[in-house]
């Protein structure tokens, strides 16, 4: 029987000053990098949680409320919201401060599948134990989003299937029927 953690636990935070060398075309930190180093940070988190090896298995969704600027120190926060049997839900919170103020601002949420690796298969993890009422809280919300996650990719295969054995002007007559034009 593995050990059970408790959520409040299982938090790990980073950060890092933003540089010119990070900049997109528009002049802001490129999310991209963005992305990087919470995924990164995601990672840490989900291994230290299995205690093993882990690899993403989903990014359920990033969103980018503002611009981090060149210049800033980029906070992040992750922690696991919930664990199933091998995998576990990491959400990551982005902060950037303006360095002389110290004011943050949030910039970004994301939230990550990762599955627990050992000798190259799923392996359990620890069963997780929110006790703080934040954490319950997101407890449940992960597994809400868990749920419909499993049940929108059941969907999304049901649906792009139905497409494959048509002919082009089966095709061609749906999308009529949609009022998109055919190009």
């Known amino acids: 029987m593995l050990a059970t953690k408790y959520a409040d636990e299982t938090v790990i935070h980073a950060a890092q000053i933003m540089t010119p060398d990070l900049a997109n075309f528009v002049g802001n930190v490129h999310g991209g990098h963005v992305i990087f180093q919470v995924d990164n940070l995601a990672f840490a988190c989900a291994s230290r949680y299995a205690g093993t ?4 298995a989903a990014l359920d969704r990033v969103d980018f409320f503002e611009p981090v600027h060149i ?4 906070h992040l926060t ?3 919201a919930y664990a199933g049997h091998t ?3 990491i959400d990551v919170e982005v902060e950037a401060e303006e360095i002389v103020s110290g004011a943050r601002r949030l910039t970004n949420t994301c939230h990550f599948t990762f599955v627990a690796l050992r000798d190259g298969h799923a392996a359990p993890v620890p069963r997780l134990m929110p006790r703080t009422r934040a954490d319950k809280a997101r407890y449940l919300r992960a597994s809400e989003r868990r749920a419909l996650g499993l049940r ?3 969907e999304r295969a049901g649906t792009a299937a139905r497409f494959d054995d048509l002919d082009e ?3 061609d007559e749906l ?3 949609d009022a998109l034009p055919v190009r």
Request: one cysteine or more.
């Open 53 to 56: 090896g882990c690899t993403s």
């Open 71 to 74: 210049g800033e120190l980029l």
């Open 78 to 80: 992750a922690r696991v």
């Open 87 to 89: 995998t576990m839900e």
């Open 152 to 154: 929108y990719r059941e």
């Open 169 to 171: 002007a089966a095709l």
């Open 175 to 177: 999308i009529a029927a």
